[in-house]
């Protein structure tokens, strides 16, 4: 183990500490918030099965932002879709022995991996040329340029720049079981695991809300259809 | 115990998950009025819950709980002016793609300035005692709610099931309006009742949205009683405003579900003439083009029902906005930001007149107080003209014979 391979653990232990302490006061702020007897706001309505239904077609197909855009939809749903097979396709780096679905999956993953890269570049593009008069996240292009820069150097080491898959497997396994082995030399793969880690720290957290959000909005359809019919 | 600091204690958990939800996608701005007058992308839906989560951060994130919170006082005062500034039309929250409900955020959020002492703006502040002092936010004299407008032929009942609240909007400020609400309420035939000028105070409304929310609970507990005490089983309301604060906040703050359900009027007059109970004999050749208000549609739902009423007048033919329905645009009066925003209602209200001139209609039609007032105000010296009716206006002039 040398002083490189040891910084990069203390990178990845860091990022992980701190996106864990992120969501535990996240957490902690909501049932704050949940205990305040706020005036003047309802308790929130239940969710029959068929809200619930709609809801999950809504979150995975995006269907709110398809109405109001088709055109980022395609990009926005496509990043969406392909970062979670990419993510799924990574798992091979942490587990061993590596199950046979995942053997399998690798070929789907790969290929995610290249509509990824695209996806971003198009949204990037759609949101700096074409709709540029719109409001512009300073955050969103931060977080769009993190993703650009991992997603570029992924593309990298599969194509043109390989490391060696077996010491960063070595290496990525030993981190998260505490065991130190020798990190891979390859520029590109520190590269690519610190701005993941860096993405990790400042994940949006509307990951997590927005579905719920999401979710909420279909019973709140649901109720004004009923609102001024009920009794 | 209140907390000074503290940015959340005005908002619900599903709020603050709305806040956090919002990806900043921008989607929204193609929606808002205020937008397409201003350009101002300072006073956006998405800036204005970036600077609000700005707010909570430095309140409640880890740093302020370990070295003491520091707001920006310069991104407060800029907040507070975008905050009020909206019409809280709720436009964004129909685009919004996670689904945020703003058209009850911004309130909350206002509330939020008003504890700290921010808010209201302008005009905004008398309100209150506005209320207080004369029953109604426009400080006009109980004595000259009903009197300038209430035919005299119409008989109201000391008691009755179904009661009828004209609301200060209306009273004062679009009378042809709610004289014709009582006009079509007598023609139906039905025995209603009402509460005594002094006794029809304003509906809380006003206050509500301007964040104001200290009086709500009395004035409604009052007005809830008193209809209570008449034996009412439906109130019957023309104002979306009101109706809004009816069915979604009267249950609130008077603690229980209401003794009684609440109806646009539109509601019961399209029932009537489904029944047979009114019968619009006279013919209309006309274009009508109907705006749907924003409490109305996207507050409450109610967007067939005046529809079915226009399109049951002979030879009427009804022309649509672009934006209908849930997605309608803004007239400009909304949020109590014609108070203070004058130029960008006016500008706002020229658009609605301008898309009803270029298809042509003979009449733009409307069934709100705040859109008659404002829309009526923005065609003062403007170039374009189109005549403005709204709705039961429009039907007690035709089953009158006028």
């Known amino acids: ?231 | 115990m209140k907390d000074r600091d503290s940015f959340i204690e005005c908002l619900s958990p599903k709020q603050l998950a709305e806040l956090d939800a919002c990806t900043q996608c921008g989607e929204c701005l193609k929606y808002c009025p205020v937008q397409e007058v201003t350009g101002n992308k300072a006073i956006s839906p998405p800036e204005k819950i970036r600077m609000f989560r700005e707010f909570i951060r430095a309140a409640e994130g880890l740093k302020a709980r370990l070295f003491g919170s520091r707001i920006d006082d310069k991104l407060l005062q800029d907040f507070v002016k975008a905050v009020y500034e909206c019409t809280t039309c709720g436009a964004c929250g129909q685009a919004c793609t996670v689904g945020i409900f703003t058209q009850r955020l911004w309130p909350f959020l206002r509330k939020e300035m008003v504890r700290r002492g921010l808010g209201p703006i302008g005009a905004q502040a008398e309100t209150p005692d506005a209320v207080k002092n004369t029953g109604n936010p426009y400080k006009k004299p109980a004595e000259e709610r009903f009197k300038p407008w209430f035919p005299e032929n119409v008989r109201v009942s000391e008691k009755s099931e179904i009661a009828y609240y004209a609301g200060c909007t209306g009273a004062y400020e679009a009378q042809p309006m709610v004289k014709g609400d009582v006009i079509v309420l007598n023609a139906i035939g039905v025995e209603f009742t009402m509460l005594p000028p002094e006794e029809e105070v304003c509906c809380g409304f006003p206050l509500f949205i301007t964040g104001q929310h200290d009086m709500l609970e009395d004035l409604v507990k009052r007005l809830v009683d008193a209809y209570s005490d008449r034996g009412v089983k439906t109130l019957l309301c023309s104002c979306p405003c009101c109706v809004n604060m009816m069915t979604r906040d009267w249950p609130v703050f008077y603690g229980r579900e209401l003794p009684f359900r609440i109806r646009h009027i539109t509601q019961f007059v399209a029932d009537a003439i489904n029944n047979g109970r009114l019968v619009i004999k006279k013919k209309l050749k006309e274009r009508l083009i109907y705006h749907d208000p924003c409490y109305l549609s996207r507050g409450v739902g109610i967007t067939e029902e005046p529809r079915m009423v226009l399109e049951s007048i002979s030879g009427v033919k009804l022309l649509e906005f672009d934006r209908n329905r849930a997605n309608s645009r803004c007239c400009g009066a909304g949020g109590a930001a014609r108070k203070v925003y004058h130029e960008n209602a006016v500008a706002i209200g020229r658009l609605t007149i301008d898309e009803a001139v270029a298809k042509k209609a003979d009449r733009l039609i409307l069934s709100c107080p705040a859109c008659y007032a404002k829309v009526n105000e923005a065609m003062e010296g403007y170039d374009k003209k189109i005549r403005i009716v709204d709705i039961m206006e429009l039907v007690s002039g035709l089953i009158e014979g006028k």
């Open chain 1, 1 to 231: 183990m040398n002083y490189y391979g040891l910084i990069l653990a203390l990178l990845v232990y860091t990022s992980y500490a701190a996106l864990f302490l992120r969501l535990l006061w996240r957490i902690l702020f909501l049932l704050k918030a949940s205990e305040l007897a706020n005036a003047g706001n309802k308790p929130p309505a239940k969710a029959s099965a068929k809200i619930i239904t709609n809801g999950i077609f809504d979150i995975m197909f995006l269907a709110r932002l398809f109405r109001a855009n088709e055109c980022l939809w395609l990009g926005e749903w496509l990043f969406h879709i392909t970062f979670l097979m990419v993510m799924v396709r990574h798992l091979r780096y942490f587990i061993e022995p590596v199950p046979q679905w995942l053997v399998d999956f690798q070929k789907a993953g790969i290929g995610a991996g290249y509509i990824f890269l695209l996806a971003l570049v198009y949204i990037m593009a759609f949101k700096l040329f074409i709709e540029k008069k719109k409001y512009l996240s300073s955050y969103n292009f931060f977080l769009l340029t993190l993703l650009l820069l991992i997603a570029v150097s992924g593309f990298l080491m599969k194509n043109f720049i390989q490391a060696d898959i077996v010491n960063v497997k070595t290496f990525m396994m030993g981190v998260f079981s505490f065991r130190m082995y020798q990190a891979p030399s390859s520029i590109l793969f520190s590269f690519h695991l610190i701005m993941s880690l860096i993405f990790l720290i400042f994940l949006p957290t509307h990951v997590f809300s927005a579905p719920y959000t999401i979710l909420e909005a279909h019973k709140h359809d649901e109720e004004l259809k009923g609102l001024m019919y009920e009794r």
